[in-house]
């Protein structure tokens, strides 16, 4: 056995361990693994599939508290997905590759890969496939805490992130740029400043041996997706007390609970950069007895 066979076969047997704790430091999932499950939008159709990484239609999904899902959304050539909508949770799709239509409340809107969108509260959307290869989407949601009330955005929220500048983000070193691609309504720095309790969705890309310097969230949940490249996953704390490292590689995703270490090292050594697609949502906190 290779030792880098052996060294992704012990990261596996400890995400299978801490996948058995009540409340995981992180999870991981790998996406070419995650078995496909019938969904709100691919029930009762054909050439759709969704795979649920994170969140509904996973076994663990009570183990996140602000993610409503995160899941790749597959429609084949020719094919179209159910159109749903839903009271209480905001929406993100990510075009990982392919051309397809979005289908927004009374719009068809043509998209492509590294599109991505806001989807508000209560609209009707969809996603159809009018080419000739598959379209590939990544759908996040987002839990609307009970009394929050969120404003329809007057129009579709859309970009692509091939159109976003990279920027230094202070306190992660010199060695990683980041594309801030989507914030909250409040945002002044983001690409895009649409979501209620997504507070941030970017991409970095890494130097070859850079890294963001692990930290972690006193007040949000993340996501990690490995969209280029290779390196080390950091998610939690090991045996050792220091700092968990994990392999990783493209189709990796990993959650991180709040408060838990995080942070990415490039496993590059030549030219090749590393990126990561990353989105974070603010925890529901309790709220104090009399507080509005």
Request: aromatic letters at 10%; zero cysteines.
């Amino acid at each position: 056995m290779s030792k880098i066979r052996l060294k992704y076969l012990v990261s596996g047997l400890a995400t299978v361990f801490l996948a058995l704790a009540a409340d995981p430091t992180y999870m991981h999932r790998y996406f070419p693994l995650v078995s496909p499950a019938e969904d709100d939008l691919t029930f009762r159709t054909h050439g759709v599939t969704y795979q649920p990484a994170f969140g509904a239609d996973d076994a663990q999904a009570g183990q996140l508290k602000s993610i409503a899902r995160y899941g790749l959304l597959t429609v084949d050539p020719k094919a179209v997905t159910r159109v749903v909508s839903y009271p209480a949770e905001e929406q993100i799709y990510y075009v990982l590759s392919g051309n397809g239509v979005l289908v927004y409340g009374g719009q068809r809107v043509p998209v492509k890969a590294d599109d991505y969108m806001y989807l508000p509260v209560g609209l009707e959307h969809g996603m159809a496939n009018e080419s000739d290869a598959p379209v590939k989407v990544l759908v996040m949601g987002f839990r609307i805490p009970k009394g929050v009330t969120v404003k329809p955005t007057p129009k579709l929220m859309m970009a692509n992130s091939g159109d976003v500048p990279y920027v230094k983000v202070e306190g992660h070193g010199e060695t990683v740029h980041f594309k801030l691609l989507m914030g909250t309504t409040a945002s002044k720095r983001d690409k895009l400043a649409a979501a209620s309790q997504m507070v941030s969705l970017f991409i970095m890309d890494f130097e070859p041996g850079g890294t963001n310097i692990p930290h972690h969230h006193e007040m949000a949940e993340e996501i990690y997706y490995i969209l280029r490249g290779h390196g080390d996953m950091v998610a939690g704390g090991g045996l050792d007390g220091n700092e968990g490292r994990h392999p990783a590689r493209v189709g990796d995703t990993y959650f991180i609970r709040l408060n838990a270490t995080v942070g990415f090292y490039s496993g590059s050594r030549s030219g090749e950069h590393d990126e990561v697609l990353a989105v974070r949502s603010r925890y529901p906190f309790p709220k104090e007895q009399g507080e509005e």
